[in-house]
């Protein structure tokens, strides 16, 4: 089948963008990756991208079809051709571009980093053999478990497009992976982290990270769970989990982020100043309308609903986080047996 | 210009492994990878991770180690294979502790399943994410350690005194720039080299650079001729869908609905070793019992829920690569290439015979897998001798001392030929060599291989290597970001390797294991129960032996 891409060219030697069209014969099963790698073969080498396990395993090729961020190697030509598209494929969106269609991943693992991204055992020594755990407990962080690192729900992350600092879907959803593993430690020291300014909070609740996900990871749901475990322990009362309360406070009110209520009821009028940045930023990306100048959604009763649906959800999520999670017993007999 | 004690090439599992043991060790840990480590393809293993547990069944390590040798023809040395066997659990609960997801039984502990003549419920696992599972634990521990990652630099050459090695060079591939890396110990962890074949469960980045890297030091590579091919691969794109399928119950069946298996293995059936197995389909298939160049492993009767709990990833794979749901109709598969069982020959603390160079994972031969890999032994494989690997390396620099030096002019060499590389402008394009070499692999050196096929495919590598020599163009000739010139350079490591591969295979005139000879169907341990060691001389692959190390189990009929 004969497929047709328009592609986002960028080089950094001679600092060129263009967009460029290819034509090329393809085999029916092909994948946006395989159009690509005919593309460099036969067409022009210098088309640049990551690649790898070609098995969506890997995290290498996500990038961006028509702006909505795609793993080149899970995604189908067929339909797009039968459908007479010519996609656009670009680069992946709140990440430096490298070169082509390769973003430069730092700021992805610098933010990974600072979640503390491994199990805190606390120091404890652990049984001789493996811990006790029922399946059900492991299936709480199977879900986050799935995430390949990809990038794609950060490529789409409304919030950070506005907060390039917030930690983010994939950074949280990580986080989610310890907050419910019945073998972590970390308990507050590690909550506080997402608690804090750039967390949970920041989170505008946009859910494009769970449709682009394509591991089905759901890292909003997973940060849910996580501001779950925050109310859990009575770490609430803090600046961010107010935040929270007065977000859904005032669309609630108004099917909009009244930014300009938000930031005052939630850190005070003075601080309020310094946050003002923030929410002009949101504004401008088209996020929020204008905080200066608020007005209503139409379909109120539509994010009345939408917000009836978010309480409900985070409800369910603190009533499992209530449930659980309870450490694994060290088990003594266990520990007998291989002496 | 970086300087590390210990500097570990390849960040998968083995890489990791070892550079977390290192460093735990005290030692100054560097990590170089033409990869993020998380992208390595050790996470896309699915099945699982094999040790003795106990958990699903009567198992001690002995058994193991039984049926270990059994599973590699006896061409595996015993003692290695004890070490595996003995240490694995150990290593499997440390894995946990470090945070691995595994599956559980009814009672809490990890789950066991069966692999393919494992000869007991010995397969741990992560639902069939197991690979994923483990790769991004040790990711979140390398972090934890604190060690330097180089990544995306790909390694060039190693770097010798004459006598010892003494770094790497590496070509930054973000920045463009050839870097030297010295270090007082090398660890080659860079994965296996299954791209040369057409029909592969490999990542692109197996293009086995490590082992050429290696040979052309003057290393010598050992059992180049045992290359495993995996019964059951999707014909678009060769992605594997696990031995977890037929362990959980899934059935093979031929074009007329029969489990054909049970008339090559009648005890086994599907569950028979994976050459075995392989061998089997393609003899249905070539007699005209395939179904599209395929055959068709059955999963419907195991259920959506069994499907969905056990087998997620498989059903992902089959829908999003074959366009069909396993769990309404059975998915065609072939066998394609998989495990490379050879590689750089070490001892089973990872010393080659160069002074300061180790190797660990796929990419080395310890040997644990003889002629053939058990399935579930090779994530064992990485996780036992990373460890031992990265001890050892640490401790010999702590008693050793810094060693060798590092000529300043090895940079500048490397940096020349990449120039060499880039400034061509007339000749082949690097991907119509792949091709080649890829079709005249599968052919003439897959499951089945005669002396005709084998000379043939020689003829054919030589040919190819020829023409590499001559120049290959690299359209991209800018230097930030050139995948096109890493292409380049990684066809030029699988021309190389594949002449072991063939050489080996031409030699070795009998069947064993995954060497399967149909001029020398029979398995001869007079003539070769040894193992075949690659040498490079002035370019060209230079053959020698060793004995097979015995120290239990005599060499015995292998039957399933
Ligand atoms: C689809 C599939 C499924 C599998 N399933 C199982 C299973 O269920 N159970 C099992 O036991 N085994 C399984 N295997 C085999 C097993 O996964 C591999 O043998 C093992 O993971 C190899 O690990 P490794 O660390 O040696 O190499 P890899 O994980 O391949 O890592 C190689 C590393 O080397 C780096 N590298 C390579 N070349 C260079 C260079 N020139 N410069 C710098 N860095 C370089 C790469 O970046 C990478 O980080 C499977 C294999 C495949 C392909
Ligand atoms: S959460 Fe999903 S989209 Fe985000 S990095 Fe992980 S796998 Fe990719
Ligand atoms: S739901 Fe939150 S984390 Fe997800 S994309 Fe929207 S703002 Fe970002
Ligand atoms: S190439 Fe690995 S996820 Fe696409």
């Not at chain 1, 907060?163 to 506080?192: H, I, T």
Request: charged letters at 25%; proline letters at 5%.
């Amino acid at each position: 089948m004969q497929v047709t891409l328009k592609i986002e060219r960028y080089n950094p030697e001679s600092d060129e963008s263009r967009q460029e069209t290819f034509t090329v014969d393809v085999v029916e099963e092909a994948t946006l990756l395989d159009v690509l790698d005919v593309i460099k073969d036969e067409v022009d080498g210098s088309l640049t991208y990551r690649k790898s396990c070609r098995m969506a395993v890997c995290g290498s090729c996500g990038m961006r079809m028509d702006g909505a961020a795609v793993l080149a190697c899970k995604t189908p030509m067929r339909p797009v051709v039968e459908a007479g598209e010519v996609p656009v494929i670009s680069p992946m969106g709140n990440l430096p571009v490298l070169k082509d269609l390769v973003v430069d991943m730092e700021p992805f693992w610098a933010k990974f980093r600072a979640i503390k991204p491994y199990l805190d055992d606390g120091g404890e020594e652990p049984p001789v053999k493996e811990w006790r755990i029922q399946q059900e407990e492991l299936d709480r962080v199977m879900t986050e478990a799935l995430c390949i690192q990809c990038g794609c729900c950060v490529s789409e992350c409304n919030s950070m497009e506005a907060d390039p600092d917030f930690l983010g879907p994939a950074a949280l959803a990580k986080a989610a992976r310890f907050v419910n593993d019945v073998r972590d430690r970390g308990g507050k020291s590690r909550l506080e982290i997402y608690n804090g300014p750039h967390g949970v909070w920041d989170c505008t609740r946009c859910y494009f990270c769970n449709q682009r996900c394509p591991k089905g990871v759901h890292p909003r749901d997973a940060i849910a769970k996580v501001g779950a475990a925050i109310y859990q322990e009575g770490m609430h009362s803090d600046g961010g989990a107010r935040h929270a309360k007065v977000f859904v406070k005032s669309t609630h009110q108004t099917g909009y982020l009244l930014e300009t209520h938000l930031v005052p009821e939630t850190v005070g009028a003075v601080n309020a100043i310094k946050e003002i940045p923030f929410a002009l930023r949101l504004a401008r990306a088209g996020k929020v309308p204008n905080p200066l100048k608020p007005h209503k959604a139409k379909k109120l009763d539509e994010v009345r609903k939408l917000n009836k649906l978010i309480e409900s959800q985070e409800q369910a999520t603190l009533e499992a986080a209530n449930a659980g999670p309870t450490r694994p017993p060290a088990d003594p007999a266990q520990a007998k047996e291989s002496e | 210009m970086v300087r590390h004690d210990v500097v570990v090439v390849g960040a998968g599992l083995a890489g990791m492994r070892a550079a977390i043991e290192a460093s735990r060790y005290g030692a100054d840990v560097g990590v170089v990878s033409k990869l993020h480590p998380t992208r390595s393809h050790s996470g896309a293993a699915e099945g699982g991770i094999n040790a003795a547990l106990g958990n699903a069944g009567e198992d001690d390590p002995q058994q193991h180690t039984f049926f270990t040798v059994k599973g590699s023809d006896y061409l595996g040395d015993q003692d290695a294979i004890a070490v595996m066997c003995e240490e694995g659990p150990g290593d499997i609960y440390e894995l946990e502790h470090m945070g691995a997801i595994f599956s559980r039984t009814e009672d809490g502990r990890i789950a066991q399943r069966p692999f393919g003549a494992g000869g007991a419920p010995r397969t741990c696992y992560a639902a069939d994410i197991t690979g994923h599972v483990l790769l991004h634990v040790l990711y979140e521990q390398l972090v934890k350690s604190g060690v330097t990652v180089y990544e995306e630099w790909f390694a060039l050459d190693l770097v010798t005194d004459g006598e010892r090695c003494v770094g790497v060079t590496a070509w930054d591939l973000v920045r463009g720039g050839v870097q030297g890396v010295e270090a007082s110990a090398v660890i080659m962890a860079t994965g296996g080299l299954g791209r040369m074949y057409r029909g592969t469960t490999n990542a692109y980045a197996c293009t086995g650079d490590g082992m050429s890297m290696a040979w052309r030091a003057g290393v010598p590579l050992k059992d180049m001729e045992f290359m495993q091919f995996h019964p059951t691969t999707l014909k678009s794109n060769g992605v594997l869908i696990t031995e977890g399928a037929r362990g959980e119950g899934g059935y093979l069946r031929n074009s007329e609905g029969e489990r054909f298996m049970f008339n090559y293995a009648p005890n086994a059936g599907e569950l028979a070793s994976r050459d075995v197995v392989s061998r089997s389909e393609q003899t249905e298939i070539d007699e005209g019992r395939g179904v599209d160049g395929c055959v068709l492993l059955d999963l419907t009767h195991l259920g959506a829920k069994r499907i969905n709990e056990r087998l997620h990833g498989s059903r992902e794979l089959a829908m999003d690569y074959a366009g069909v749901d396993p769990i309404e109709e059975p998915i065609p598969v072939r066998p394609g290439s998989h495990y490379h069982m050879g590689g750089i020959d070490t001892d089973v603390w990872g010393h080659t015979l160069m002074p300061g160079l180790y190797a660990a994972g796929e990419c080395a031969c310890v040997s644990v897998h003889g002629a053939n890999r058990l399935g579930g032994n090779s994530l064992l494989e990485t996780v036992v001798f990373g460890r031992r690997t990265g001890a050892a390396a640490a401790q010999d620099v702590r008693r050793n001392g810094t060693g060798g030096v590092f000529s300043p002019s090895a940079a500048g060499i490397a940096e020349r030929s990449i120039g060499r590389l880039l400034d061509k402008n007339d000749g082949e394009r690097p991907h119509v060599l792949r091709q080649e070499l890829a079709d005249a692999m599968y052919d003439n050196a897959g499951i089945f291989r005669t002396a005709e096929g084998l000379e043939a495919c020689k003829a054919k590598v030589e040919e190819l290597r020829e023409r590499y020599e001559r120049g290959v163009v690299v359209q991209d000739k800018g230097r930030d970001f050139n995948t096109d010139l890493i292409q380049a350079i990684e066809l030029g490591s699988m021309l190389e390797m594949a002449d072991c591969l063939v050489t080996g295979a031409i030699a070795r005139t009998e069947s064993r294991g995954a060497h399967s000879r149909l001029d020398y169907p029979e398995r001869d341990d007079e003539a070769w129960l040894r193992h075949t060691l690659a040498f490079y001389d002035e370019g060209q692959v230079r053959l020698d032996y060793r004995p097979v190390t015995i120290t239990e189990y005599e060499p015995a009929v292998r039957s399933y």
